[in-house]
T-cell receptor, first 113, second 114 residues
Framework: AQKVTQAQTEISVVEKEDVTLDCVYETRDTTYYLFWYKQPPSGELVFLIRRNSFDEQNEISGRYSWNFQKSTSSFNFTITASQVVDSAVYFCALRGSARQLTFGSGTQLTVLP | NAGVTQTPKFQVLKTGQSMTLQCAQDMNHNSMYWYRQDPGMGLRLIYYSASEGTTDKGEVPNGYNVSRLNKREFSLRLESAAPSQTSVYFC?????????????FGEGSWLTVV
């Protein structure tokens, strides 16, 4: 079985602060993919990033960066210089040998002006 | 750019009523999914269809049935709605092939059972 844990239920920061969203996963598969999705208040799910289990390089995309560490089974997401528009629920997800995506419970991020 | 389209977007049902959520994708994807989202629990898989003609149970299938009508369409039916099925439902699809393929989601269907 696979499992994704997002221990931070809610995070509140002031605009321009950096914030890191934690994601810890469990799987017996050696080949798997990790994903982050964003769910803004409008409700849709927006794909942010995909990372495979053989690629531990950190990735940066604008203000977003991701830190994948197999040794600690973590795939953390950092937003630099947060903005009000970053307010959303963020989901980490895992897809291994099973065909479906397993989601964490999500982290509600609120960025205050 | 339609992508994954779900209908209806909002629905209120009385306990015991039945209804079908419709989902269609125009990306020629093989695999389709139905998830439900409840507060504090993330998204949980109800049913999925790896390809046309096949369906499999996910984590929370009880009280639901599905039909993969053709490659484009995957419907979710509640035969006798219960208040516990009040939730937001998401349909999703992905191409066949590697497990790394991005899964695309519809905009969600808000269902309330009273």
């Amino acid at each position: 079985a696979q499992k994704v844990t997002q221990a931070q239920t809610e995070i509140s920061v002031v605009e321009k602060e950096d914030v890191t969203l934690d994601c810890v996963y469990e799987t017996r598969d050696t080949t798997y993919y990790l994903f982050w999705y964003k769910q803004p208040p409008s409700g849709e799910l927006v794909f942010l990033i995909r990372r495979n289990s053989f690629d531990e390089q950190n990735e940066i995309s604008g203000r977003y960066s991701w830190n994948f560490q197999k040794s600690t089974s973590s795939f953390n997401f950092t937003i630099t210089a947060s903005q009000v528009v970053d307010s959303a629920v963020y989901f980490c997800a895992l897809r291994g040998s099973a065909r479906q995506l397993t989601f964490g419970s999500g982290t509600q991020l609120t960025v205050l002006p | 750019n339609a992508g994954v389209t779900q209908t209806p977007k909002f629905q209120v049902l009385k306990t015991g009523q039945s209804m079908t959520l419709q989902c269609a994708q125009d990306m020629n994807h093989n695999s389709m999914y139905w998830y439900r989202q409840d507060p504090g629990m993330g998204l949980r898989l109800i049913y999925y269809s790896a390809s046309e003609g096949t369906t499999d149970k996910g984590e929370v299938p009880n009280g639901y049935n599905v039909s993969r009508l053709n490659k484009r369409e995957f419907s979710l039916r509640l035969e006798s709605a219960a208040p516990s099925q009040t939730s937001v439902y998401f349909c999703a699809s992905t191409p066949a092939g590697t497990r790394g393929n991005t899964i695309y989601f519809g905009e969600g269907s808000w269902l309330t059972v009273v």
